[in-house]
Each structure stands twice: as C-alpha cells, then as structure tokens.
C-alpha cells in the first residue's frame, strides 16, 4: 500500500485557508496513493476556542473529505472540531474511495491545554478494513496510553497517529512511536504538523513511519512537505508468524 504523509503548516481557526491549502497539496499527489494522512485539527489547528472553527457532519469541511477521496480514489484520514448534540469533539475521519466513512472521537484528551474541559472524549476504539489491512487510526495524546493502543490477537495491521505534537517534546513522539510499533509488530504511520500557532507553540514535525520490527521506513520529516511510503503486509505477515511475539501478551479488559 502506499500512503502519502501530509506535513504541514495550519493557519490558525481559519477552516476555508485550511481547505484551500490543503484542496492544492491533495490536488497535486501522484496518482497511485492509497492512502492519505493529514495531521489532527488540520481545518483549525489545535485550538482550545472549538466554537471559533468547528464543523458538523453534514458540513463543508466532511464533503470536502469525501469528495477528494472519491474524486482521487484514496482514502483520506484526519481530525476535525465536530458540534454534535451541543458537544464539541476533536473527531477523526476514516474516508474510504467511495465517500463512505467511520469517525473515532480522540480518547485521551491533553489536560495541560485543557482539552478536557471543552471537547468530549470518545469511548471506543475504532478498526477499519482497507485493501486487505485493518487499520487502527489514534489522535495525537493517545499515543502515550500503550493499553488503549495494544494489538492484542493481531485485530489490526497498521495505526495510524494524527498529531499536534509540540518541539519541546518531541523526542517522547520519536520514541514512543517506535515503540507502538515494536510491542504490537504493526506497521505505525506518525503524521504530525508543522510551523508555530497563535500561541507560540513551535511544531517540527517529524511526521514517520515506522515498520514491525522498529525500523525506520520514513525517517522523521523536518519542514513542510509530502512523503510517500510504501508498506508491505506480506511482509508483516511473515514477521509475525516465525516471532510470534503477539501471541505470548498479557491479556486485559479496559
């Protein structure tokens, strides 16, 4: 499969620059991408004021997704604000080629922002099939909580993190990204943004991928672009069939 890794600047609050930035950048990817990964908030920005850049399900912003993964024939993955029955969530999309899609509301909200006391958290994990993969699209926070992310008896082949993830902490993304990867030997696609917001956060990115064994497949990206990554899962297949490590896990219930 291949996966186009969008990293990139957002203009604070402002869902129609947003859009038309990224309509070019989606407009102008080579023809035979797969799949598609945006960073999280990308019509705002991760911002504490949802009311000031939110969307709703039949809205501009959720066309505008399905539209560019029918016209393109890939599916297309982010965060957005959402308003829905007077709570706002920091959702994520799973747009398929036909315009159909599945959302996740971020779990774990960031309590040093305060994300807790505007957005409402979601409940439950969200595993979509994809080509022949099942994918495990996360948000951001939800990387550092290893149990919500655990692959117990294999259910997914590839996760996915959508990211605001801030420079002065970017070495625990590195690391902990690679780590997701290795303890449930699944391919981890990392696509954080770029640039500085309204109040001074500074973003560098370091959108990757990392492979099954814990292996760069695209090293940490610095500055505004696109990346492309192809991923094999015959290849992730015949790793986890002669380790067999997944299958000696611990067993929970969350």
Request: charged share 25%; aromatic share 14%.
């Amino acid at each position: 499969m291949k996966v186009a890794l969008v990293q990139a600047p957002l203009v604070w609050e402002d869902k129609r620059k947003n859009i038309a930035y990224f309509d070019t950048i989606l407009n102008q990817l080579e023809s035979d991408v797969d799949l598609v990964v945006l960073p999280e908030m990308f019509t705002s920005g991760f911002t504490m004021r949802p009311e000031s850049g939110y969307s709703i399900m039949d809205g501009e912003e959720v066309e505008w997704m399905k539209a560019m993964a029918k016209r393109h024939s890939f599916a297309l993955t982010a965060s957005m604000i959402i308003k829905e029955d007077e709570c706002f969530f920091n959702r994520l999309f799973f747009v398929f080629p036909d315009a159909s899609f599945r959302t996740y509301d971020k779990r774990h909200l960031f309590s040093l922002a305060g994300e807790e006391k505007v957005y409402k958290p979601g409940l439950e994990r969200l595993i979509v099939n994809y080509k022949g993969w099942n994918i495990c699209p996360l948000v951001c926070y939800d990387l550092r909580f290893p149990v919500f992310s655990r692959n117990l008896d294999a259910v997914y082949d590839l996760m996915i993190y959508v990211a605001s993830w801030p420079d002065q902490r970017i070495y625990a993304w590195d690391t902990i990204i690679k780590a997701r990867a290795v303890e449930n030997m699944s391919y981890v696609v990392g696509v954080n943004r770029w640039g500085v917001d309204e109040n001074n956060n500074v973003y560098s990115g370091h959108s990757q991928v990392i492979d099954f064994l814990g292996h760069y497949v695209a090293e940490p990206m610095i500055g505004e672009c696109v990346s492309y990554v192809l991923i094999s899962k015959e290849k992730q297949d015949i790793a986890r069939a002669r380790f067999g490590f997944l299958k000696d896990a611990d067993r929970f219930t969350l």
